[in-house]
């Protein structure tokens, strides 16, 4: 069965923009969870979705947000984009939740804000 | 809080050579340990996991056993080969994924 599909793969904003990721789940799984990885501060949790609802946050400004729709798909938004929000992102499914449950990460979107 | 605390890298090693990557943590709760691996210009793929103590998580050659009374999850392969050059992290799972800083493996020919 397919993996988790992140697009776009690559983007290039600049400083003030806004963007926005998208993450489309295993078929079936109804959890999805968002990283940032970068050199310094390694890979940190975002958010994560389970059936529409946020159920936990990590510690990142009200710029970062995003949501999940009734078919599992969801979506990161970045505002007013910093330099510093220059990352990998990475998305990662799972069935029921991130308790006990496996995790399987998408290829990831790189953002390089200018 | 939750935390997780792995070897620096980088670790260069001959093809066949013993492989150990330390793995320590700290948690609240009982969580599930996991070890990704990340491959050049890659997601994160999940090598092993292991949910509850004793535990023995293995793939491709690669082992780690969940020890509670050392909050330990090392990673270790006998005989490493080129192939197995990436960056490996050790992370647990409770209600979020906390992930080591990450060891970069480097294996030479």
């Known amino acids: 069965k397919a993996g988790v599909t992140q697009t776009p793969r690559y983007l290039i904003k600049t400083r003030g923009q806004q963007v926005t990721l998208s993450c489309s789940p295993i078929s079936g799984h109804r959890s999805v969870s968002w990283y940032q990885q970068t050199p310094g501060q390694g890979l940190q949790f975002l958010f994560e979705?389970?059936?529409?609802?946020?159920?936990n946050k990590g510690n990142f400004p009200g710029r970062f947000s995003g949501r999940q729709f009734s078919n599992s798909r969801s979506e990161m938004n970045v505002s007013t984009l910093e330099l510093g929000d220059s990352a990998l992102y990475l998305c990662?499914?799972?069935?029921?939740?991130?308790?006990?449950?496996?995790?399987?990460f998408g290829q990831g979107t790189r953002l390089t804000v200018v | 809080g939750d935390s997780v605390t792995q070897m620096e890298g980088p670790v260069t090693l001959s093809e066949e050579a013993f492989l150990t990557i330390n793995c320590t943590y700290t948690?609240?709760?009982?969580?599930?340990l996991f070890w990704y691996v990340q491959y050049p210009g890659e997601g994160l793929q999940l090598l092993l996991k292991?949910?509850?103590?004793?535990d023995k998580g293995s793939n491709k050659g690669f082992e780690a056993t969940y020890r509670k009374e050392t909050t330990s999850f090392h990673l270790e392969k006998g005989s490493v080969q080129v192939s197995d050059s990436a960056v490996y992290f050790c992370a647990l799972m409770e209600d979020k994924i906390i992930f080591g800083k990450g060891t970069r493996l480097h294996i030479l020919p």
């Open positions: 292991a949910t509850k103590a004793d």
């Open positions: 948690a609240t709760g009982y969580p599930s």
């Open positions: 990662a499914s799972s069935l029921e939740g991130l308790r006990g449950t496996e995790a399987f």
């Open positions: 979705y389970f059936s529409e609802t946020q159920r």
